[in-house]
């Protein structure tokens, strides 16, 4: 029988996820889908981004802050990091007294289009407005989570908004309104927005995939977060089901 953590993440998403997934969407639209209904359906994935929450309401409750910035990043990509970014936030969210704010770190209108269409989005009244840019609020079905977004052309940018100053203010904001903001950040060793925005976040987990991430790029990312001032609270193993072969192949070179 599902769980409750199983029940709410269907009825927020699977009544607006399209299946088959549509050949309009772009190719990362498309695998994002892939992988929230891979997810859907497999109970050990569900259980571990359960625990996964539950680890981020243990260590964030030693936080002083109103609210808690959390990032999640692959090293190359193709870890599923947005779609587990997305069920973390959905659990989190389930909590009356959790209000979520997902946030993509790519800042893309084309993946908000997804997000829009799978959650069924509507305009909030916050709205912020500093030297990052405008930035709008939408609403999900579900009243304690919601997704932030440039306002539709805004010249806002990855690189520039979280470079900017004003970045620190707008978490602090972010912060007032919301127990957790999620930031879904771009591949920590492609990416220089990702390597800014660590040392900003409370909690940072590295997201990696089994027999995809290599040993060697997770020591790049342990030795790039700690020069730039970061911290990693936790290392993901996500996509654990492979074929029985795949531990054969340079099994020694990879997580």
């Not at 997934?21 to 892939?34: E, F, I, M, N, S």
């Not at 497999?42 to 910035?69: C, F, H, M, S, W």
């Not at 193993?237 to 192949?249: Q, R, Y």
């Amino acid at each position: 029988m599902p769980s409750a953590s199983e029940r709410e993440l269907r009825v927020l998403v699977n009544d607006n996820l399209p299946e088959p997934v549509p050949r309009a969407y772009t190719r990362r639209g498309r695998q994002l889908l892939k992988d929230i209904w891979r997810s859907l359906n497999d109970p050990e994935t569900l259980q571990n981004v359960e625990q996964l929450r539950d680890q981020i309401i243990y260590q964030a409750e030693e936080k002083t802050k109103a609210g808690r910035a959390v990032g999640l990043a692959g090293p190359v990509g193709g870890e599923g990091t947005s779609a587990l970014a997305i069920l973390v936030g959905l659990m989190l969210s389930e909590f009356r007294h959790h209000r979520v704010l997902f946030v993509d770190g790519r800042l893309e209108r084309k993946n908000f289009a997804v997000y829009h269409e799978m959650f069924g989005l509507t305009r909030s009244p916050l709205t912020y407005n500093n030297g990052c840019g405008f930035f709008q609020c939408y609403n999900t079905r579900n009243e304690n989570l919601c997704f932030l977004t440039p306002r539709a052309g805004s010249r806002a940018r990855s690189l520039e908004f979280f470079s900017a100053q004003e970045f620190a203010r707008l978490v602090y904001e972010l912060e007032e309104s919301f127990t957790y903001v999620i930031f879904d950040m771009p591949p920590l060793l492609n990416s220089s927005e990702t390597r800014m925005v660590l040392p900003g976040l409370d909690l940072f987990y590295l997201v990696c995939a089994a027999r995809k991430t290599t040993i060697t790029d997770v020591l790049k990312c342990k030795r790039i977060i700690s020069e730039v001032g970061g911290s990693i609270a936790g290392v993901i193993l996500n996509k654990m089901k492979i074929p029985w072969f795949a531990g054969l192949l340079a099994k020694e070179a990879f997580l």
